[in-house]
């Protein structure tokens, strides 16, 4: 006798391969939950969290950004006022007339390169300063060293005559002899004159920077427009203070 054996077919245990193609996953069906249909979700995974956005996340950084920056700008502008007031003629001291003597006083800080003793130390620098005379010459006389100087076209020279009194070894560096117009103008700014002299408050025959005689005089000479009406001289030691001769 012979006995006929048909294949069991194929369930759900066998990894759902026929009707859906080849290469569908292969397993056991999924199951749902009891009581739970097809696209429900199950009560205990998490909803998805909504990310805060940009501006909710950095509000607090906001609104103290106006303050850093109110801040950041006065640390700055002191700074700025610190490195920059000291240098400059903006602070008068005393206003004279021609022939009176002008008293200067400041406080500088001292490198030491003329009186070592003093090195890195504040000293205070008095100085008296009388203006002679403030004359416009045709011509420049001739420099201590160098080629003579020629007065360039369209300026004017002028000699400017001060007398000076203050203690030995007091620092003259950085003497500024100026002319001031009606206008405002001003001319001869630089501590270095015209005929190349870095001490204009110093005799052409001194040694350093420091006064040597308790009273000297010195003609420093200034270059301005022809037009100019000079009416002023200042005079200061790279600043702030300075002392005004009215002419």
């Known amino acids: 006798m012979t006995t006929l054996v048909t294949p ?24 749902l939950r009891p009581g739970m249909l097809p696209g429900m979700i199950p009560p205990d995974v998490p909803a998805p ?40 003629l903006h602070l008068e001291v005393d206003r004279v007339a021609m022939g009176e003597p002008a008293h200067l006083a400041g406080e500088y800080y001292d490198l030491g390169l ?26 420049l006389p001739a420099p201590s060293w160098g080629d003579p100087v020629v007065v360039p076209d369209g300026s004017v020279v002028y000699e400017v005559q001060v007398h000076f009194a203050a203690e030995p070894q007091t620092d003259l560096s950085l003497c500024q002899i100026t002319l001031v117009s009606a206008d405002g ?45 000079i009416t002023q001289v200042r005079l200061g030691f790279g ?9």
Not at 8 to 31: D, L, N, T
Not at 51 to 65: I, P, Q, T
Not at 74 to 83: L, P
Not at 122 to 131: C, H, M, N, S, W
Request: aromatic fraction near 12%; charge should be negative.
């Open 8 to 31: 069991a077919a194929s369930g759900p245990e066998q990894g759902y391969s026929q009707g859906f193609g080849e290469g569908y996953g292969q397993g056991p069906a999924p199951s």
């Open 185 to 229: 103008t001003r001319y001869g700014d630089s501590a270095t004159d015209v005929l190349g002299s870095s001490n204009r408050c110093s005799t052409p025959d001194a040694a350093g920077f420091v006064s040597e005689e308790p009273e000297w005089d010195v003609t420093s000479y200034v270059l301005a427009d022809p037009e100019a009406e």
């Open 49 to 88: 969290v909504r990310r805060k956005g940009w501006w909710r996340r950095n509000v607090v950084w906001l609104v103290l950004l106006p303050v850093a920056i109110v801040a950041a700008a006065g640390a700055s502008s002191f700074r700025v006022w610190s490195f920059w007031w000291p240098v400059g």
């Open 114 to 139: 003329d009186v070592p003793e003093r090195a890195d130390t504040y000293v205070l620098r008095e100085i008296d300063a009388t203006v002679t005379g403030v004359e416009q010459v045709e011509e």
């Open 239 to 247: 600043g702030p203070e300075y002392v005004t001769i009215e002419l």
